[in-house]
């Protein structure tokens, strides 16, 4: 499996970026497509996720801000960071889990190399 982000970035306080995510390595859509996120010196945490469906989940503090979207069945996803603050700086780390090879399923997750996003005047 393998995850290839692009996006990111420097971006002022009140602006938007957006970043890519494309998952290969499954001979279906992967379950989950998403991008977590961690500033320095704290845990990891979840900022948006999208099935193969199209069912989305958001981390709280992005709720309303941040849109991921997902071509049923396709295996690259998209995130629009909109209204973004300096409490948004941090590596986002682009997710898939769920895919099927030759017929076996596994459940990952596997992750991408992560890409810097800074907000600041």
């Known amino acids: 499996v393998q995850l290839q982000a692009s996006g990111g970035g420097p971006v002022q306080p009140g602006g938007s970026l957006s970043l890519s995510c494309a998952a290969s390595g499954s001979d279906s859509a992967f379950n989950f497509i998403g991008w977590y996120r961690q500033e320095k010196g704290k845990e990891r945490e979840v900022v948006a996720t999208i099935s193969r469906i199209g069912s989305r989940h958001y981390g709280d503090s992005v709720k309303g801000r941040f849109l991921i979207s997902r071509e049923i069945g396709e295996n690259t996803a998209f995130l629009q960071m909109n209204a973004l603050t300096p409490e948004d700086t941090a590596v986002y780390y682009c997710?898939?889990?769920?895919?099927?090879?030759?017929?076996?399923?596994?459940?990952?997750?596997?992750w991408g190399q992560g890409t810097q996003v800074t907000v600041s005047s």
């Open positions: 997710y898939a889990e769920g895919s099927t090879r030759d017929g076996t399923f596994y459940n990952g997750p596997w």
